[in-house]
């Protein structure tokens, strides 16, 4: 960290500020795409216990 502070110490404010400005798009993106991950997942395994219950209470698995 101390090696990045006196790199940023060297920029001008405007260049300080376009750097950060990349870096936290950039770790915001990585974030959203997590996110994104764990949605479609959740969605896909709430769809497939869905269709397990109907089958199974269409087909007399489950009581009436």
């Keep these: 960290m101390t090696g990045v502070m006196t790199y940023m110490g060297q920029l001008t404010k405007e260049e300080a500020k376009a750097a950060m400005k990349e870096a936290l798009n950039e770790w915001l993106d990585k974030q959203f795409a997590t996110f ?27 009581g009436k």
């Design 36 to 62: 994104g991950r764990w949605t479609v997942a959740g969605i896909v395994s709430t769809a497939l216990a869905g269709l397990a219950y109907a089958y199974s209470k269409t087909h007399g698995f489950l």
